[in-house]
């Protein structure tokens, strides 16, 4: 049995896909190969939160997996959208890398150090917001394109290729704001001139986190289920499974679900295991960061079904506290 795994063609999809892959065949004792699978959000340009946001890079790998033109398919979690899938399951959420977002700037500059009228890229309206609500003297910028491309926008960085200044395209940014987990993963973290804790920017909820999604039927049966497989594609994607990771990211959609937000609300969520009890922290901000509600709660309810909780009952603290007044929740 060969298993195939789905993945886009991106250099940094395809570095975490092998990696997965790697692991799954190290545990199953399976041969796997790669399909390249084209989305919508490689091919569309423009804004990604005018394209339907980071879900646009899941529908499909999704159909590759319900036509069986793969077994396997591997996302950035933070691109997976709240609601179910039919016929699919997450069957894997490996142990979480960084879940912070950094500053790669030129000359080694922090968000502190950056001059006033500063330009900043990011794709992000979350990271936007919360990079107005630091520094509203800041320019920033929408920028598209991969790691590599958006690290080529901020002049003097290591590995970039190329120094003439071209306006949409080269060395025409101060700084550019990305995930620590990406630049982990393709070996660019010496790009990195800060790394953003979490009480300036929250994470995307899921952030620094792989999916691993597969058909129901293939997917590790649970205790007390007759649903699912006990084969050894199953066997091998529950040995990758981390229990603390899933229930921080169940928490973190839980969340998101409960707000109706979109993939491209400027909200931020993060939810951590620390001994007996499960965190969750979260932010809801105003694109033109003029306006955020922050707040946080804990749960000692250590299931998927306790995270869930969590999730929800800290979306109505937020709804509570006015959150759909300052954002569009449902912005896409």
Same mark, same amino acid.
Do not use: W
């Given at each position: ?30 041969? $796997? ?6 989305? #919508? ?14 879900? $646009?890079?899941? %529908? ?25 899938? &039919?016929? &699919? ?15 790669? @700037? ?13 330009? $900043?890229? /990011? ?5 936007? %917001? ?49 995930? @620590? ?9 010496? /790009? ?24 129901? @039927? ?8 007759? #649903? ?8 091998? &994607? ?60 804990? /749960? ?12 929800? #009952? ?14 569009? &929740?449902?912005?896409?």
């Amino acid at each position: 049995m060969t298993v195939r795994i789905g993945t886009r063609a991106s250099k940094l999809a395809l570095t975490q896909t092998q990696q997965t892959a790697d692991q799954l065949a190290a545990v199953g004792g399976f041969p $796997v190969e790669l399909v390249h699978i084209r989305t #919508e959000g490689d091919v569309l340009k423009g804004s990604l939160s005018q394209l339907g946001g980071t879900g $646009v890079f899941v %529908a499909a790998l999704r159909d590759a997996l319900l036509q069986d033109k793969c077994d396997v398919a591997v996302h950035s979690l933070k691109d997976l959208p709240t609601g179910p899938a &039919l016929g &699919l399951s997450l069957a894997a959420t490996p142990k979480r890398a960084d879940v912070r977002d950094v500053l790669c @700037a030129r000359d080694g500059l922090t968000l502190a150090g950056l001059p006033a009228g500063a330009t $900043v890229g /990011t794709g992000s309206p979350r990271r936007a %917001a919360q990079l107005r609500a630091a520094r509203p003297d800041l320019d920033i910028r929408d920028i598209r394109g991969n790691v590599d491309t958006r690290l080529g926008r901020v002049p003097g960085l290591p590995g970039n290729t190329n120094d003439a200044v071209v306006a949409g395209k080269s060395c025409d940014l101060d700084a550019v704001v990305l995930a @620590a987990a990406g630049l982990h993963r393709i070996g660019r973290l010496d /790009t990195v001139s800060e790394y953003l804790e979490t009480d300036v920017m929250l994470p995307a909820a899921g952030q620094g986190s792989l999916a691993i999604e597969c058909r129901s @039927a293939d997917a590790p049966r649970r205790a007390g289920s007759t #649903e699912g497989s006990q084969g050894v594609l199953a066997q091998a &994607l529950a040995a990758l499974d981390d229990p603390d990771t899933r229930l921080a990211v169940t928490a973190e959609r839980a969340l998101l679900a409960r707000l109706e937000a979109g993939c491209a609300a400027p909200v931020g969520a993060y939810a951590y295991r620390k001994g007996s009890m499960l965190h969750l922290e979260a932010v809801v901000c105003a694109v033109d960061g003029t306006a955020s509600i922050r707040d946080k709660k804990a /749960t000692d309810g250590l299931t998927e079904v306790g995270a869930t909780l969590l999730g929800i #009952e800290l979306a109505e603290v937020l709804l509570a506290r006015g959150a759909a007044g300052i954002a569009d &929740l449902t912005a896409s």
